[in-house]
């Protein structure tokens, strides 16, 4: 059963959010919805955002690739 939401939101933020929606074949009452479902989920995993999703699985790295020893590297050029 849907039911209404009043919700007071800084126009700038109204406007901008309205625009994403039509970009992306939405509504904005869908976004909300949407949103308030991922943020009251009860196992409370974290849900990557719809861009992280896009991309997630995009890279293959190699079966030993170690993680940790790349970041050490990576910080040790960085402040050489």
């Not at 919700?7 to 869908?30: H, M």
Request: glycine share 2%; net charge positive; charged share 30%.
């Amino acid at each position: 059963m849907n039911t209404k939401l009043t919700l007071t939101v800084e126009k700038n933020v109204i406007d901008k959010a309205k625009r994403y929606a039509k970009n992306t074949g939405r509504s904005l009452s869908e976004l909300v919805e949407n949103y308030l479902e991922a943020l009251t989920q009860e196992n409370n995993d974290v849900v990557p955002s719809p861009k992280l999703q896009k991309i997630i699985g995009a890279v293959t790295l190699p079966i030993d690739f170690d993680e940790k020893k790349e970041l050490r590297i990576y910080f040790e050029n960085k402040h050489l």
